[in-house]
C-alpha cells in the first residue's frame, strides 16, 4: 500500500499583499548583507531546481514529495547511475546552467544551508515548512548520517607564534612590507581575525587615542560572523602588533577609507580597499617566502595559531574566546584538544 504525500497546510493564515511586502522589506533590512546574498543564490539554486525535477515553479507552502525529492537528489552521488535516472537528468540540467559543478555529491554543509535557505522563505510568508514533516526531518537525518566524514581544517597548519615570526621576518622595509606586516600581526594578535574581517576594517575602526600613552589600539569591528551588526566588542591591540598597524597608518598616510589597501608597483597605495582574496594572497606569499611548502596554511591559520598558541601558554580558554569572539566553546575547545598532551603546560605543574 502506498502513501500518498500531501502538501502542507499552513497552521496559521496567510499574509496580505500590504503585510507581505511590509515583512519583506522588514527582513530585508534586518538581514546582514552576506546572508541576503545566501539567500539569493540558494534561490535562484531552488528555483532552477524545480524547473528541471518538476517542470514548475516554486509552490508556497512547498509539497513535502518536493522537498523530500530535494533531499535526495542532494544526497548521493550521480556519478555512474543508470541514465534514465531522473535526478541525473535534473544535475545535468543544473550544471549546464552553471548552478552545479559536478555529478558528485553535494556537500552535507552545503545542502544544509540550501534548506535553511527554504524554509527561511517560508517563514517570510508566514507559511509553514514541508521541511517539518516527521518523514523528512528523518530522512535528512540520515542524509546527514550517511555523508558524514571528517571535516578538513580550513588551513592545513596552525599558524603558531613561531610559524608567525618566520613569516614576519619576510616582511621588509618596503610599503608593501609594512602593510604585510600590519595585515599578519593584526590577524593574529587581534584573536585571529577572517579574512574578511581584515579586509572590512575601516581607518574609523581604529582608534589611536590611548596609543601615545599606553601603547594600545582599539579596534571595533562593525560585524563578525558570530556578532551582530553594531553588538561586536572593542578588541585591543598591544606591544609590537600596536606599533606595526600605527606604523603603517603613519608611512601609507591612512586618514581615512579602508585601512588595508592593495599596493601599486611603485610601492604605492591605492585609495580601494584591500579585497579577502588579497589577504589570501599575503599569507600565501610570505608563507611561502618563509620557506613553508606549498599549502602549509591559509588566512584561517591565524585564527586557529591564535587559538593553539593560547592553548600552549596555558591561557584560559574563555580569555582566548573574548577576543576570538567564538560563540561556542565547543567550537573553540577544538583547537585547544589539537595541543599535543606533551605540550600541554597541565604537564608541567611539578616543574
Not at 560563540?327 to 611539578?350: C, F, G, H
Request: net charge positive; with cysteine.
Amino acid at each position: 500500500m502506498s502513501t500518498q504525500l500531501t502538501a502542507y497546510t499552513p497552521r496559521t493564515p496567510t499574509l496580505s499583499d500590504t503585510d507581505q511586502d511590509a515583512l519583506t522589506d522588514l527582513y530585508i533590512r534586518g538581514t546582514p548583507p552576506n546572508t541576503l546574498r545566501a539567500y539569493e543564490r540558494d534561490l535562484i539554486y531552488i528555483t532552477a531546481w524545480a524547473d528541471a525535477a518538476f517542470k514548475k515553479p516554486l509552490d508556497w507552502p512547498e509539497r513535502e514529495d518536493v522537498a523530500l525529492r530535494f533531499i535526495l537528489d542532494h544526497s548521493r552521488s550521480l556519478e555512474g547511475v543508470n541514465p534514465q535516472d531522473p535526478a541525473l537528468a535534473t544535475a545535468e540540467a543544473l550544471i549546464s546552467q552553471g548552478l552545479r559543478k559536478s555529478l558528485a555529491c553535494p556537500a552535507p554543509a552545503t545542502l544544509d544551508r540550501r534548506i535553511a535557505s527554504w524554509r527561511a522563505f517560508h517563514r517570510m510568508k508566514n507559511l509553514a515548512s514541508p521541511f517539518e514533516a516527521p518523514l523528512i526531518r528523518q530522512t535528512r537525518a540520515k542524509a546527514r548520517k550517511a555523508a558524514a566524514r571528517r571535516k578538513a581544517p580550513k588551513s592545513a597548519n596552525p599558524i603558531t607564534r613561531k610559524v608567525l615570526e618566520a613569516v614576519l621576518a619576510t616582511c621588509d622595509h618596503s610599503l608593501r612590507g609594512i602593510r604585510d606586516r600590519a595585515v599578519l600581526m593584526v590577524g593574529w594578535a587581534s584573536g585571529g581575525r577572517r579574512r574578511s574581517e581584515i579586509a572590512g576594517l575601516m581607518r574609523a575602526d581604529v582608534d589611536l587615542k590611548d596609543y601615545d600613552k599606553d601603547g594600545l589600539i582599539w579596534i571595533n569591528l562593525v560585524e563578525t560572523k558570530t556578532t551582530q551588526t553594531g553588538k561586536t566588542p572593542k578588541l585591543v591591540l598591544k606591544s609590537r602588533a600596536a606599533k606595526a598597524l600605527a606604523f603603517w597608518i603613519e608611512v601609507a598616510g591612512i586618514d581615512d577609507g579602508p585601512l588595508f589597501r592593495p599596493i601599486t608597483q611603485n610601492d604605492d597605495p591605492l585609495e580601494r580597499k584591500l579585497s579577502p582574496d588579497g589577504v589570501y594572497q599575503i599569507v600565501q606569499k610570505r608563507v611561502a617566502l618563509a620557506g613553508f611548502p606549498k599549502g602549509f596554511a591559509t588566512p584561517h591559520g591565524l585564527r586557529s595559531g591564535f587559538l593553539t598558541q593560547a592553548a600552549l601558554d596555558g591561557a584560559p580558554i574563555q580569555a582566548a574566546m573574548r577576543l576570538s569572539l567564538h560563540r561556542s566553546l565547543a567550537q573553540a575547545q577544538k583547537y585547544y584538544d589539537d595541543v599535543e598532551i606533551t605540550d600541554n603546560p597541565a604537564t608541567d605543574l611539578l616543574g
